[in-house]
């Protein structure tokens, strides 16, 4: 397939961009039928930027700060990356809660992840949280992103063990690599068509419903 007939994908971030980084890796190695066509940044400066201007991706920067309101970031935001016309919208460490303007706008085509099993631990500091539960697993979750705060529906979640001497920091780097693993075959899926957002705000796969997430655990390939 022509690159420019391939399904498009804009990367949002706030920052570092370690899992832009695992998208940008699995497109250049053929295993994300899609193409990124825009990463874009609430924050000036951030190491992701200069990750997707390595890669030949375009960049821009719409900075929250300079806008009076959310509502007006947000129409600057939809206004960037509808410039690029994309299938899919990936939020990827983006740290901006979105408008419910904005979400209706992308419904079906914006996934975002977050760094626990959801409905577990929504918000912010997952993993100092995970450990205060004294839960066993912990993991991330990939979903669509719907108007409550990590509450859209659940795509595909990995897991893994919460060992006796985890701290939040080695509990997050273990959980980061499944995130770089999980996130680009979800994205992935979408582009071949296999995953979609139903109208009764259902996951399907493959035409089935999801009754749960899809598990990806392990080091396995991707399928």
Known sequence: MAENALPGIVVLISGSGTNLQALIDATARGEIPGRIRGVISNRPGVAGL???ARAGIPTAVVDHRAFSGREDFDRALMARIDAHDPALVVLAGFMRVLTPGFVQ?????????????LPDF???????????????????????VN???DGGPVIAQARVPVMADDNPESLAARVQHQEHRLYPRVVRWFCQGRLRLADDGQVHFDENPLQV???????????
Do not use: K, M, W
């Open 50 to 52: 200069e990750r997707a």
């Open 105 to 117: 706008h992308y419904t079906g085509r914006l996934i975002n992840i977050h760094p626990s099993l």
């Open 122 to 144: 929504r918000g912010l500091h997952t993993h100092e949280r995970a450990l205060e539960a004294g839960v066993e697993t912990h993991g991330c979750s990939i979903h669509f």
């Open 147 to 149: 108007g409550e705060l």
């Open 213 to 223: 997430p899809l598990q990806v655990d392990g080091d396995d390939p991707p399928a």
